[in-house]
């Protein structure tokens, strides 16, 4: 009964800022990997940002210097910073979760329902 809610999308002009947060509920031994993806209209999602459990991370090159993920491990939440937004960051905003319901099970990949981001010009 694993979940992930994402919230915080919503529009916002160009050369903005918005804040993303993914709560991760459920029969959750630990989560490895989180991670944000996007999906705009036509084109394939692709990685934005993630961030294992210790603190390690990795950005896409469209996004580096202006998105900044973290995480609070206590809360299995993980929160995508955006600023100096452009149009072509529109899209749909999805959270991903790498994760071990058991501890004697493997990881898996868990998908949040994805939050609406548009950056009007």
């Known amino acids: 009964q694993v979940q992930l809610v994402e919230s915080g999308g919503g529009l916002v002009q160009a050369g903005g800022s918005l804040r993303l947060s993914c709560a991760a509920s459920?029969?959750?031994?630990?989560?490895?990997?989180m991670a944000w993806y996007r999906q705009a209209p036509g084109k394939q999602r692709d990685l934005v940002a993630a961030?294992?459990?210790?603190?390690?991370?990795n950005y896409a090159d469209s996004v580096k210097g202006r998105v900044t993920i973290s995480r609070d491990n206590a809360k299995n939440t993980v929160y995508l910073q955006m600023n100096s937004l452009k149009p072509e960051d529109t899209a749909v905003y999805y959270c991903?979760?790498?994760?071990?319901?058991?501890?004697?099970?493997?990881?898996?990949?868990?998908w949040g329902q994805g939050t609406q981001v548009t950056v009007s010009s």
């Open positions: 459920g029969s959750i031994f630990s989560i490895d990997t």
């Open positions: 991903n979760a790498e994760l071990r319901v058991t501890w004697w099970g493997n990881p898996a990949d868990y």
């Open positions: 961030m294992t459990r210790g603190g390690r991370e």
